[in-house]
């Protein structure tokens, strides 16, 4: 059952959000950045179905060629590569910039497949086998084969990983930038196991150890997992909204910030329990409850705002300075300054106060944040997260 899965379950997955694909057809004026995505369902749903058991012995005996179907399979991954790499290319630039890289790259694809077809022809397969690794390793041509394919596919999985995390740090769209961050860690999977096997053709060549321990999980993990990451995230905007994706994404992030905060509120909490409207529970227990979360997310943003208002006497505006400068000359910027001189300047109050240093009620000074409460949320959450990475190095130093 679990080799069914294996062999048969993410083809399955490819068509099923293929035909959900057209099913919704195209809406609104053309966009080249959708367009591509059915590219990239329709090579990855050729692919995987050609390289299952079944359609791969089906494929060789009707046409006669043993093994065609992996140079078939292949051919099509080449295509979702590189129509994949065009998604992202025309996620952030003009169309006219576009076009001319989509048929330099086209021209890349085209000559990888005919010399791929030539050390096919020249590779003696003779016998049809879905396991062509375990039976044609060590024969000639067939490391020059897959390495002619993983030269087009490594450079170009290589940028779908790059750009793909790029540009969903950039994004505002919830369900686009989880979608690009799932088709980046896809990229760079099958990055690692393009190049296993051609470890495994060139041992087998060569002579030397390897594959190391435990590589048939490898063979038979990491190519489902990056298949159906790649897959998933190209078609999360389109299906996401289903499934109520945008609220639990917004949940999470919600959870993700109330956690991050807490090294900073803990801090400040033990230096002036008063800020609590209840007692500080165990981080473990606050990792798994998981109710009335928007409340506890404002009550810990206000007693984080009233730990700094109790350290007021305890500021110094010099060590902010400083801290200030030092994090300019790192090439911070914008928000992110801000959060790590306030970081500096609250961990130095607190130092400060817990020596039994003299609270010294020095001139008032600007207190950074947003300007509202989900933008000062934003903001304490970088201070904390500059804050812990102090308190890392403190311990450490």
């Known amino acids: 059952?679990?080799?069914?899965?294996?062999?048969?379950?993410?083809?399955?997955?490819?068509?099923?959000?293929?035909?959900?694909?057209?099913?919704?057809?195209?809406?609104?004026?053309?966009?080249?950045?959708?367009?591509?995505?059915?590219?990239?369902?329709?090579?990855?749903?050729?692919?995987?179905?050609?390289?299952?058991?079944?359609?791969?012995?089906?494929?060789?005996?009707?046409?006669?060629?043993?093994?065609?179907?992996?140079?078939?399979?292949?051919?099509?991954?080449?295509?979702?590569a590189w129509s994949?790499?065009?998604?992202?290319?025309?996620?952030?630039?003009?169309?006219?910039?576009?076009?001319?890289?989509?048929?330099?790259?086209?021209?890349?694809?085209?000559?990888?497949?005919?010399?791929?077809?030539?050390?096919?022809?020249?590779?003696?397969?003779?016998?049809?086998?879905?396991?062509?690794?375990?039976?044609?390793?060590?024969?000639?041509?067939?490391?020059?084969?897959?390495?002619?394919?993983?030269?087009?596919?490594?450079?170009?999985?290589?940028?779908?990983?790059?750009?793909?995390?790029?540009?969903?740090?950039?994004?505002?769209?919830?369900?686009?930038?989880?979608?690009?961050?799932l088709v980046a860690i896809g990229a760079f999977l099958a990055i690692g196991y393009n190049l296993h096997k051609a470890l495994v053709f060139a041992s087998e060549r060569f002579g030397f150890s390897y594959p190391p321990a435990g590589h048939l999980l490898i063979d038979g993990v990491l190519p489902m997992l990056a298949h159906l990451l790649v897959l998933i995230g190209?078609?999360?905007?389109?299906w996401g909204r289903l499934v109520n994706a945008p609220e639990s994404l917004a949940w999470l992030s919600r959870y993700r910030t109330y956690q991050a905060l807490r090294p900073l509120w803990r801090a400040l909490y033990a230096a002036s329990p008063h800020i609590a409207l209840t007692p500080a529970s165990p981080a473990l227990v606050e990792l798994v409850t998981v109710r009335d979360l928007n409340l506890r997310l404002y009550r810990r943003v206000i007693e984080i705002r009233d730990g700094r208002l109790a350290l007021m006497p305890y500021l110094d505006l010099d060590t902010a300075t400083a801290a200030r400068a030092r994090a300019a000359q790192a090439g911070l910027s914008g928000q992110a300054l801000d959060a790590a001189a306030e970081a500096a300047a609250l961990h130095a109050a607190l130092h400060a106060k817990a020596l039994g240093a003299t609270a010294v009620f020095g001139p008032a000074s600007h207190t950074p944040g947003g300007g509202d409460l989900d933008s000062d949320t934003v903001f304490l959450r970088d201070v904390a997260r500059a804050f812990h990475r102090l308190e890392r190095q403190s311990h450490h130093g």
């Open 1 to 80: 059952m679990a080799d069914t899965l294996r062999h048969y379950g993410p083809a399955a997955v490819a068509w099923v959000l293929l035909a959900y694909r057209v099913s919704k057809g195209r809406r609104g004026a053309p966009d080249p950045a959708r367009d591509t995505v059915w590219l990239v369902l329709l090579g990855l749903s050729l692919s995987l179905t050609l390289l299952t058991p079944a359609v791969y012995a089906f494929t060789g005996r009707v046409s006669g060629v043993p093994n065609l179907a992996r140079l078939l399979g292949h051919g099509s991954m080449l295509v979702v």
């Open 84 to 181: 994949a790499r065009t998604f992202l290319w025309h996620l952030n630039h003009p169309i006219t910039e576009v076009q001319p890289r989509t048929r330099l790259h086209l021209g890349f694809l085209a000559a990888t497949f005919a010399a791929m077809s030539v050390l096919f022809v020249l590779a003696d397969t003779p016998v049809d086998d879905a396991r062509f690794a375990a039976r044609y390793a060590g024969d000639p041509w067939v490391l020059e084969y897959w390495l002619v394919y993983i030269a087009y596919l490594t450079p170009a999985f290589a940028s779908m990983a790059v750009l793909g995390w790029a540009y969903a740090h950039m994004s505002t769209a919830p369900l686009l930038r989880v979608g690009l961050r």
């Open 234 to 238: 190209a078609t999360l905007p389109a």
